[in-house]
């Protein structure tokens, strides 16, 4: 659902807009997503590990702590986005200025989607969901025929996740303690700085590379990469969906054996892969211009030719959630962290690299063949994983003494 929302947003927005104003949108848009994997890492990583399937009474003491780190998260990365936005100024300065307004609410309504998982209740997470994309209605109508303008798509986007936040805290009856929020980093520091280094490479690679994009081959091309990325839109709810149960199916895996968690990463990888190489070559080769045109109106012009590279980055990148399965199901986040970090390099060199040279196109070429790199170094630590876990688990060798060493000693 969450996903089906980011792609209404998006159509609405770039057959609303021109293509530089619907860059500035999507920069907002990516600025977004990285704020939201901060507050993920700091706040609900940390909940979901240690706080799923407790007592009712832990359950809504934490998540009151949690989603007081969340809302302190929002307004810390608000009030940088609203000084950004007054110093950029125009259209993307504008687009800063109506998100930094908007971020608390919208890391408020995060929290509690994945407090709700913590808990078992998936439903009310899918309620939370759908109450901001009926929100979103009337407020796009509002946004789009009253002289449409970035800043109130969105502020439009973020009021109906706001009012979703709300909702949500009804649903949960918790109150968010903002003031707990340096007493949750203090106690969940462990997990979630580790965490938050992860998330934030994840995100932080696509949005500067967005930036590094705007800023070498103009605000446009922005707005044309995202339209591409948003044709494939419909493959990422899939891509969502699966990512949330892959790291429990990986660690049962592992309980069977290390055989197991190898076949189970790669066939996940593989399927997700063929998925993605479908849906984007039925993109390229049979949706007619006019329905594409339809659906981004002026944006997709420049958008088509970018549909080829955006497929094979998603098909690449498809065999990343394998190999993250795998990784986390092994717990050596050193190994993860690490993949990660090259993956991230990589991409956001070829994607920036490819748009100094070629612009739009250029980056997601550039983008493509870096994500091809990145699946490759994800695979490598995967098997070093492995390696080191069969290591382990295989019997120690007779010492000098003439005996094993004991036990204790092996499990440990």
């Given amino acids: 659902m969450t996903s089906l929302v980011s792609f209404v947003v998006g159509i609405v927005v770039a057959r609303s807009l021109g293509a530089a104003e619907f860059g500035a949108f999507s920069l907002a848009w990516v600025t977004y997503g990285l704020v939201v994997n901060i507050s993920r890492g700091l706040a609900t990583d940390p909940l979901a590990v240690r ?37 950029l100024g125009g259209r993307p300065g504008a687009a800063f200025f109506a998100l930094g307004l908007v971020l608390p609410g919208l890391m408020l309504q995060d929290s509690w989607r994945f407090a709700f998982f913590a808990a078992g209740h998936g439903g009310k997470a899918f309620l939370s969901d759908i109450t901001w994309a009926v929100a979103l209605v009337p407020l796009l109508y509002l946004a789009k025929h009253d002289g449409p303008s970035v800043t109130k798509f969105v502020l439009a986007w973020g009021a109906a996740g706001i009012f979703a936040a709300l909702v949500s805290g009804l649903q949960a009856g918790v109150v968010p303690r ?16 580790r965490y938050l280094a992860e998330n934030v490479t994840i995100s932080g690679a696509y949005q500067l590379k967005m930036y590094g994009l705007g800023a070498f081959a103009g605000i446009a091309a922005v707005g044309t990469v995202r339209g591409a990325e948003m044709m494939l839109g419909p493959f990422f709810i899939v891509l969502s969906g699966i990512g949330l149960v892959a790291v429990p199916e990986a660690a049962r895996m592992l309980r069977r054996s290390l055989r197991a968690l190898r076949m189970f990463c790669l066939m996940l990888g593989s399927a997700q892969a063929l998925a993605a190489l479908a849906w984007g070559l039925a993109l390229v080769l049979v949706l007619p211009h006019e329905w594409g045109h339809a659906v981004l109106g002026e944006v997709w012009d ?10 094979l980055s998603v098909m690449f990148a498809s065999f990343y959630t394998g190999a993250s399965a795998g990784l986390r199901a092994l717990g050596v986040a050193r190994r993860s962290l690490r993949a990660q970090l090259w993956a991230s390099a990589a991409y956001l060199i070829g994607g920036v690299g490819g748009g100094i040279v070629n612009g739009a196109l250029g980056s997601a070429w550039g983008a493509a063949a870096a994500t091809f790199v990145g699946a490759i170094v994800w695979w490598w630590y995967l098997g070093i994983g492995i390696h080191e876990r069969r290591h382990q688990t ?19």
């Fill in 302 to 311: 420049a958008t088509e030719p970018l549909l080829l590279p955006a497929t």
């Fill in 394 to 412: 295989e019997p120690e060798p007779v010492g000098a003494a003439g005996r094993e060493e004991m036990p204790e000693m092996r499990s440990t």
């Fill in 51 to 87: 706080f799923s399937g407790v007592p009712r009474p832990l359950w809504k003491t934490a998540v009151a702590s949690s989603s007081g780190m969340a809302i302190a998260v929002g307004l810390a990365t608000g009030a940088v986005c609203v000084a950004v936005g007054a110093v």
């Fill in 178 to 193: 903002l003031f707990r929020a340096r007493q949750w980093f203090r106690d969940h520091r462990d997990l979630g700085l």
